[in-house]
């Protein structure tokens, strides 16, 4: 007898199938989070902002963070920021298989941070495959990134814009590309 709910199964790494007794869960808190969104989208304030933002991801967000909207996000009680983060315009997180930032993270106008996937096998495509990303202090994500599930993101490493992150990397250094690779050593 299973004693998780499909939360805890995602955030533990569990494949869960599109037929799931709970798959429906999903979708219904995506809509609540929505209707979140929605309020933090519209308003010029910081501290409401911020507010938003700290019940949907049911975390306190700490005042030294600043997040300009719109912000789009399907869950968000599996994202953990830290302090001194910034995050710029039109970022895109998709975070059921967990998403952490650690303090003094810069990410750029429209990064992605897409903690889920699909299997490549036709029939079990509308399965969901989550794995965390977690982005280490003083990374840099660039402009129109896009990190995808498993991956972490080393210490002071920098995302250039417009890569395709599939693999993890590693502290102090710059990647690039699709797929990103390392260009130098910083």
Not at 52 to 69: D, M, N, P, R, Y
Not at 96 to 118: M, Q, R
Not at 135 to 158: F, P, R, S
Request: hydrophobic share 40%; aromatic share 6%.
């Amino acid at each position: 007898m299973r004693t998780s709910n499909i939360f805890e199964r995602l955030l533990a790494g569990e494949t869960i199938s599109s037929n799931d007794a709970e798959a429906y869960k999903m979708r219904e808190a995506s809509f609540a989070t929505k209707a979140l969104l929605l309020k933090m989208n519209n308003t010029a304030n910081p501290g409401e902002v911020r507010n938003f933002l700290s019940q949907i991801t049911a975390t306190k967000i700490h005042e030294s963070v600043t997040v300009f909207t719109p912000f789009h996000i399907n869950y968000g009680k599996h994202t953990k920021i830290g302090k001194n983060v910034f995050i710029n315009f039109d970022c895109v997180f998709l975070d059921l298989g967990g998403i952490t930032i650690d303090d003094n993270v810069l990410i750029a106008p429209k990064v992605s941070l897409l903690s889920e996937g699909h299997p490549i096998n036709a029939n079990e495509r509308h399965s969901l495959i989550p794995k965390r990303i977690h982005i280490k202090k003083n990374a840099w994500i660039g402009a129109n990134a896009t990190i995808l599930q498993g991956v972490t993101i080393g210490e002071n490493a920098i995302v250039a814009a417009g890569s395709v992150v599939s693999k993890d990397v590693p502290n102090n250094v710059i990647v690039g590309g699709i797929p990103a690779k390392i260009i130098k050593e910083i």
